[in-house]
C-alpha cells in the first residue's frame, strides 16, 4: 500500500541551528501538507502546497518556515532558525485532490527536538 | 511544577464493549468532517468521514454521527478491540479555497482492556 515517508524519524538540533524535515509524498498526489503536533496537544495545519507554490499557511508558519518540492518527489520543510519551541511532531500529509471525500494521507512524523 | 499541555479526554472500556467518543466542532460553515486514529508514535490515520448533508454513516464497525445543530460529531466503535487503543480526533475540512485545511480537535485517549 503507498504511503508517505518521512526522514528522519527524530531530529536533535541546536537553538538556532537549521532544520530540513524531509517528506515522499505519495507518488500520484498533487496536494501535499505539514502539520505539527507538540507533545499531548492537538495536531495543527502548518501549510499547504500545490503547483509549486503555497496554497495556505496558518499564523505558526511565519518566515522562519519555508517548504520546497526540490524535485519530482521531495517534499521539505525548512526551519530557518530554530526556537526552543519549535520543538514538536511533524507530519507530512498528501492527497491526490482536495474537497469533499478526499483523504490525507500522513506520514509517521518526524520528532523535532530543539536543546 | 505547572503541567503544560492539553489533558485529553479518556474513555475505557472492556473488550467486546461498544465504544462512543464525541467531539464539538467551532466552524458552523465547515461542511466536511473526518475521524482519525492515531497509534502512539504515528501519525494520524484516516477511519471515517461525512459531508455536512449527511447526519450518519456507516463504516466497517465504525459509525459517524453528525449534528448540525448543536455542532456535534461523535463516532461509535461496535466491538471495541485492543487494537482500537489509540487516540481519536476530529477534523473539519475548512472547505471552500481552503479545502484540505484541517483543524484537529483535542483527542480522545481510548483504552481498551482485555
Known amino acids: 500500500e503507498p504511503e508517505v515517508t518521512q526522514t528522519p524519524s527524530h531530529q536533535v538540533t541546536q537553538m538556532g541551528q537549521e532544520v530540513i524535515l524531509r517528506c515522499v509524498p505519495i507518488?500520484?498526489?498533487?496536494?501535499f501538507y505539514w502539520y505539527r503536533q507538540i507533545l499531548g496537544q492537538k495536531v495543527e495545519f502548518l501549510v499547504s502546497?500545490?503547483?509549486?507554490?503555497?496554497?495556505?499557511k496558518s499564523e505558526i508558519f511565519d518566515d522562519q518556515f519555508s517548504v520546497e518540492r526540490p524535485d519530482g518527489s521531495n517534499f521539505t520543510l525548512k526551519i530557518r532558525s530554530t526556537k526552543l519551541e519549535d520543538s514538536a511532531m511533524y507530519f507530512c500529509?498528501?492527497?491526490?485532490?482536495?474537497?469533499?471525500?478526499?483523504?490525507?494521507?500522513f506520514g509517521q512524523g518526524t520528532r523535532l527536538t530543539v536543546v | 511544577g505547572e503541567s503544560v499541555g492539553l489533558h485529553l479526554p479518556t474513555l475505557s472500556v472492556q473488550e467486546g464493549d461498544n465504544s462512543i467518543i464525541n467531539c464539538a466542532y467551532s466552524?458552523?460553515?465547515?461542511?466536511?468532517f473526518i475521524w482519525y486514529k492515531q497509534e502512539s508514535g504515528k501519525g494520524p490515520q484516516f477511519i471515517i468521514d461525512?459531508?455536512?448533508?449527511?447526519d450518519k454513516r456507516q463504516g466497517q464497525r465504525v459509525t459517524v454521527l453528525l449534528n448540525k445543530t448543536v455542532k456535534h460529531l461523535s463516532l461509535q466503535i461496535a466491538a471495541t478491540q485492543p487494537g482500537d487503543s489509540a487516540v481519536y480526533f476530529c477534523?473539519?475540512?475548512?472547505?471552500?479555497?481552503?479545502?484540505?485545511?484541517?483543524?484537529f480537535g483535542q483527542g480522545t485517549i481510548l483504552t481498551v482492556h482485555p
Open positions: 500529509a498528501s492527497s491526490p485532490n482536495r474537497g469533499i471525500n478526499t483523504e490525507a494521507f
Open positions: 507518488s500520484n498526489h498533487l496536494y
Open positions: 502546497f500545490y503547483n509549486n507554490e503555497i496554497s495556505e
Open positions: 466552524n458552523s460553515a465547515s461542511d466536511y
Open positions: 461525512i459531508r455536512s448533508n449527511m
Open positions: 477534523a473539519e475540512d475548512a472547505g471552500g479555497t481552503s479545502y484540505g485545511k484541517l483543524t
